[in-house]
């Protein structure tokens, strides 16, 4: 009876929202409302002399966490998720960069080095751990990225939507926003629960560059009719 208690408490609060991270630009997200900053989206953009760097990344405060972890050359990236994966308990939450360009000359890109799996791409979810009075709630938050150009090392990002479970320790799926998290009878996730992102154009960016470790940044635990 406890179980069916906890399971009919259980609910996803969604917030729809639409913020453009450009250039030199942030966003304090509170993911529960309280008025407390729970991550800050920051797109910085410097140059110097000989070139000039992008860097965007999803910040946690203090008890806080971003799903991913650190990789080769003690990076922490922060993982693209899939719509459809778990979030919660299981799983790492060391990340930080979520993406990051640098130019070859602060006057005429000679040549562009990228990095990153949030690098153009297109409603992915980033897998939130936060605290709500000293215990942890797990949600997630989506976005899409885009390359201001070809020529140059500038991103925006734009947050699209976020949501967490308001039960403690209790996971959540990326891209659901209401009922609860279980799996119907048929072993598949109810489709009508998750959120319908408007549609829009796929791009070749990643696998241009062939990067070898895109498999690990890329987390795609998709289940059932959630695709």
Not at 183 to 196: H, I, T, V
Request: net charge neutral.
């Amino acid at each position: 009876m406890l179980a069916l208690a906890q399971t009919a408490e259980a609910k996803i609060v969604y917030t729809p929202t639409h913020r453009v991270i450009g250039e030199d630009g942030h966003y304090n997200l509170d993911v529960n409302h309280d008025g407390i900053t729970d991550f800050t989206l920051v797109n910085s953009y410097v140059c110097n002399s000989r070139t000039c760097f992008d860097r965007l990344n999803a910040n946690p405060v203090v008890g806080n966490g971003v799903e991913g972890r650190e990789t080769i050359g003690q990076k922490s990236y922060a993982y693209a998720i899939d719509r459809g994966a778990q979030i919660g308990p299981t799983r790492p939450f060391a990340g930080k960069l979520m993406a990051s360009r640098r130019c070859g000359s602060a006057t005429s890109c000679l040549w562009i080095s990228s990095s990153g799996p949030w690098r153009n791409v297109t409603n992915q979810y980033l897998g939130l751990k936060f605290q709500i009075h000293g215990k942890t709630h797990y949600g997630w938050a989506r976005l899409s990225t885009q390359d201001v150009s070809e020529y140059a090392p500038g991103m925006t990002a734009t947050l699209t939507g976020y949501a967490y479970e308001t039960v403690p320790d209790k996971p959540i799926v990326a891209g659901k926003t209401s009922g609860p998290d279980e799996e119907s009878p048929s072993g598949q996730a109810d489709p009508a629960a998750f959120d319908a992102p408007a549609p829009q154009p796929a791009t070749l960016g990643l696998l241009a560059t062939g990067w070898p470790e895109l498999p690990v940044w890329r987390r795609r635990e998709s289940v059932g009719a959630a695709q």
